[in-house]
């Protein structure tokens, strides 16, 4: 537990010189994400590419927490890259990036998308596990924290907070809402040649949204990968 505290103090703490809004918005993301169970998931040893990595504070905590991890954030927000690049000045083994082409020649042990699927629409959710499956390396881990559709209200709860943060609030998205069951994520997964090691209901009652954790591994000899038309 103390172990923990002092994580998330190491974590936050990189933020020290961001403007009070930006240090209260990681305050509440630390509190509401699960990063600490999430980090459980994801191998202590490699390069973890992480996909929508916003300002950064998810890539921050896998190399504080695991000394011989590297990761590469990735967002398409370039302002922002630009404050996660402020603060990976000072941490070791990230970096950040708002190019998509600059993913194109990793070969990563660990790919994770946290919170960023219900941006994209079908056809991107499907490129974008694609990529994952094409370039892990065989053995290689998938973490996926996604917003299920049930129950019912904590859906309808997490669909208005997404609604304010991409229209008022600093969320960037371009092609609206597209929330799944988490089976329907599963079934992707499945689809593109992974295997299932974990499905997780991350929240409890008290938790507004309904939040899950899918991990799955690229198997060490490559499956038959069906891509959907
Ligand atoms: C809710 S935030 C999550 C940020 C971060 N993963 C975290 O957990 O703190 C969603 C992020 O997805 C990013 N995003 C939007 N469209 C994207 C896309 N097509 N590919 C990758 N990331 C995207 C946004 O810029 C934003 O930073």
Same mark, same amino acid.
């Given at each position: 537990m103390a172990r923990s505290r002092s994580l998330k103090d190491r974590v936050l703490g990189q933020y020290r010189t961001q403007s009070f809004l930006t240090r209260l918005f990681l305050?509440? &993301?630390? /509190? #509401?994400?699960?990063? +600490?169970? *999430? *980090?459980?998931c994801v191998p202590r040893q490699g390069l973890v590419v992480d996909i929508?990595?916003? @300002?950064?504070?998810w890539p921050v905590a896998l190399v504080l927490d695991a000394p011989a991890r590297e990761v590469v954030g990735y967002d398409p927000d370039r302002r922002r890259i630009e404050q996660a690049e402020r603060v990976a000045a000072q941490v070791p083994r990230v &970096?950040?990036? !708002?190019h998509w082409e600059d993913l194109a020649s990793l070969g990563p042990t660990s790919v994770t998308v946290v919170? $960023?699927?219900? #941006? *994209? =629409?079908?056809?991107?959710? +499907?490129r974008l596990l694609g990529w994952a499956s094409d @370039? %892990? $390396? =065989?053995?290689?881990? %998938?973490? *996926?924290? $996604?917003?299920?559709t049930e129950p019912r209200l904590k859906h309808w709860f997490s669909l208005m907070e997404e609604r304010f943060m991409t229209s008022v609030g600093p969320t960037h998205a371009t092609s609206g809402l597209h929330s799944w069951p988490v089976a329907e994520y599963v079934t992707l997964c499945q689809a593109?040649?992974?295997e299932i090691t974990r499905v997780e209901r991350l929240d /409890?009652?008290? @938790?507004?949204? =309904?939040? !899950?954790?899918? $991990?799955? +591994?690229k198997p060490a000899t490559p499956a038959r990968v069906r /891509?959907? !038309?």
């Open positions: 305050w509440l &993301r630390w /509190r #509401l994400t699960f990063f +600490e169970r *999430l *980090l459980a929508g990595c916003g @300002h950064g504070l &970096r950040f990036t !708002s919170d $960023v699927l219900i #941006l *994209l =629409p079908p056809r991107d959710k +499907e @370039h %892990l $390396v =065989p053995g290689g881990t %998938l973490l *996926l924290k $996604v917003n299920g593109l040649g992974f /409890r009652w008290y @938790h507004p949204q =309904p939040h !899950s954790l899918i $991990v799955a +591994e /891509r959907r !038309s």
